[in-house]
Nanobody
Framework: QAQLVESGGGLVQPGGSLRLSCVTS????????IGWFRQAPGKEREGVLC????????YYLDSVKGRFTSSRDNARNTVYLQMTNLKPEDSAVYYC??????????????????????WGPGTQVTVSS
């Protein structure tokens, strides 16, 4: 059974950095595209970016371009989300999910969450001084 579990969240000051991990199991990560999403209190969940099998990123949020990057270590069955220059508005629960197709869905203009599955439980990121 496919599973994804996020970790690495926490409290960080504005301008700080965090690296989230998404550990996968039950499927071959080499053949999967993985999406990162987040949900702030009182807001709908939104797509952040998607990492393709070839480790290229499709950004779903313009506000994170230049600050967030994603990478993968297929041997460790892990996908990472490196977040730098964090802002209070980045505070949210962050989720990873597997694309149901072998590529990153194109946003139109936002990603269709129904094209992702095996959602992890999420990890909390709080950016505050």
């Amino acid at each position: 059974q496919a599973q994804l579990v996020e970790s690495g969240g926490g409290l960080v000051q504005p301008g700080g950095s965090l690296r989230l991990s998404c550990v996968t199991s039950g499927f071959t990560l080499d053949y999967a595209a993985i999406g990162w999403f987040r949900q702030a209190p009182g807001k709908e969940r939104e797509g952040v970016l998607c990492l393709s099998r070839s480790a290229s990123s499709t950004y779903y949020l313009d506000s994170v371009k230049g600050r967030f990057t994603s990478s993968r270590d297929n041997a460790r069955n892990t996908v990472y989300l490196q977040m730098t220059n964090l802002k209070p508005e980045d505070s949210a629960v962050y989720y990873c999910a597997r694309s149901k197709v072998p590529f990153c869905p194109v946003p139109d203009p936002v990603p269709d969450e129904s094209r992702f599955g095996n959602w992890g439980p999420g990890t909390q990121v709080t950016v505050s001084s």
